[in-house]
């Protein structure tokens, strides 16, 4: 079930995934920030660590999913909402489901590696024996310039580096000429 209706409390908790999503900034990481809700309460944190722990498991959900199951003493999170700030790919996708987790509301969406209706909807197949009900756009703008404006920033200081690099390699064959000389 596709559900683009979303209520206050919603929003508040993908206020504290996006809150999630600045500390992976903060380190120079993709900002992506997830929370797990059961009950009214906050039971797993995750942000996007995987430059800083050298893990391609460090995607903020799957951190989530663990410190989550470790509060729930179950590997089933059952009852819980996770909010994500961006749409989960294909192993956070799989961890869901293997999870299941009833219930994914999303801030943006990510139309080339998306697994929640982008690329696959790995959330809701009919052949396996879990799906999720879905809510997108949830703090969607927040989510999506918070993003946009990290890789812009990136961009500028891989430049601002290069010319620097390019500075210095001509400071270095002008000394070399002089050297020579
Ligand atoms: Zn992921």
């Known amino acids: 079930m596709v559900n683009d209706e979303f209520d206050n409390m919603d929003i508040h908790f993908m206020k504290l995934a996006i809150g999630q999503a600045k500390k992976a900034a903060k380190i120079n990481e993709v900002p992506i920030g997830c ?19 050298k893990t391609t498991l460090g995607h903020a959900e799957i951190t989530a999913i663990k410190k989550a199951s470790r509060y729930m003493q179950d590997w089933r999170l059952e ?13 956070c996708a799989g961890a869901i ?4 987790i009833p219930r994914v509301v999303i801030g943006s969406m990510n139309s080339k590696a998306g697994c929640a209706g982008s690329v696959l909807n ?11 009900e879905v809510v997108r756009g949830v703090c969607e703008e927040q989510c ?20 620097k690099a390019l500075a210095e390699s001509s400071d270095a064959d002008n000394n070399q000429g002089f050297i020579n000389r």
């Not at 797990?36 to 995987?50: A, C, F, H, S, T």
């Not at 009852?79 to 192993?91: A, D, I, K, N």
């Not at 489901?97 to 299941?100: E, G, L």
């Open 144 to 163: 999506s310039t918070m993003l946009s404006s990290f890789f812009k920033e990136l961009r500028e200081k891989k430049k601002i580096l290069k010319e």
């Open 97 to 100: 489901i293997q999870a299941r």
């Open 79 to 91: 009852g819980c909402t996770l909010y994500v700030t961006l749409e989960p790919c294909q192993m």
């Open 35 to 53: 929370v797990i809700v059961y009950d009214g309460k906050i039971i797993g944190r995750g942000y996007n660590r995987r430059n800083t722990d």
């Open 122 to 132: 790995i959330l809701q197949m009919p052949q396996f024996n879990h799906q999720a």
